[in-house]
């Protein structure tokens, strides 16, 4: 498996808080199956810069150096009301240098309560950039938002889910969000949102892959966890989920 979203590189966000619980996280990850993680600090335009970046650089290559896996180089980008203004400065980070961007909106807020989200978005799209919408179960406080989801669907974002949502670490209402779009075929990858070696937002996939994998089979649980993840490393195409519908026979005389 390959996560694509973490906080494990130490000391430069809410994530992991020290170089020993960074390599227990990595520890676990292996012993999990992950072959491959992409270091995904916070960037919040408005309050880091630049300048900031070269400090989060030279943690993810010091994380690099003690890993027994591969660590790629990303960040998850927060869209405030700063993100369109600073994107043109073109500082902010993209995964392992393609065109995928991770973003973010505060989950805090029910999405309904974000005025214009669908602006940075189309600001990314027009410059060439392909967003991936981190979390995406998330920003649904009260039940998923089809218009929403179909008008990202429509656009080509690549949409995350967490492992925690799928595990029902964020409560019900997430796990009921995550559950409601995989099953529906909306999703292209999973990822662990990893923050700490203890506790719930840990350094596992394999737990959520069972349970995908009963969801919507195996076969799927392998693109969410594995084959979109790899393509987003490579710049390619991501794939969508392939949901047969349940087919009724009818016996009748
Ligand atoms: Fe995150």
């Known amino acids: 498996m390959i996560d694509l979203h973490s906080h494990v590189a130490w000391g430069i966000d809410d994530g992991m808080p020290n170089q020993p619980d960074a390599l227990e996280a990595l520890q676990m990850a292996k012993t999990d199956g992950i072959e491959a993680i992409c270091s995904t600090p916070h960037v919040v335009p408005g309050q880091l810069d630049a300048q900031w970046l070269s400090t989060i650089r030279a943690r993810q290559e010091e994380l690099r150096a003690i890993s027994d896996i591969d660590i790629y180089f990303g960040a998850e980008v927060m869209m405030n009301s700063a993100f369109i203004d600073a994107l043109d400065e073109k500082w ?20 309904h309560r974000i005025p214009d989200f669908m602006d940075p978005l189309y600001e990314l799209g027009i410059r060439g950039y392909k967003p991936i919408i981190a ?3 998330r920003y649904f406080h009260h039940g998923l ?5 179909h008008a990202w669907q429509e656009a080509g974002y690549v949409l ?9 670490i964020h409560g019900k209402q997430m796990e009921k969000n995550a559950k409601e779009l995989l099953t529906q075929g909306v999703g292209h990858l999973v990822a ?26 195996s076969e799927n ?26 087919r009724f026979r009818f016996f009748g005389r």
């Open 221 to 246: 649980a392998d693109l969410l966890f594995e084959q979109n993840p790899l393509a987003i490393l490579q710049g390619k195409p991501v794939t969508n989920l392939t949901i047969k519908k349940r």
């Open 92 to 111: 902010y980070p993209t995964m392992n240098d393609t065109s995928y961007m991770l973003v973010e909106y505060d989950v805090r807020k029910d999405i």
């Open 145 to 149: 938002d089809w218009d929403i989801i």
């Open 135 to 137: 979390h995406i179960e």
């Open 192 to 217: 662990t949102d990893t923050h700490r070696a203890n506790g719930h937002r840990i350094a596992c996939l394999s737990d959520a892959f069972d349970r995908v994998s009963k969801w919507i089979g």
């Open 160 to 168: 995350q889910i967490n492992r925690t949502s799928i595990m029902g």
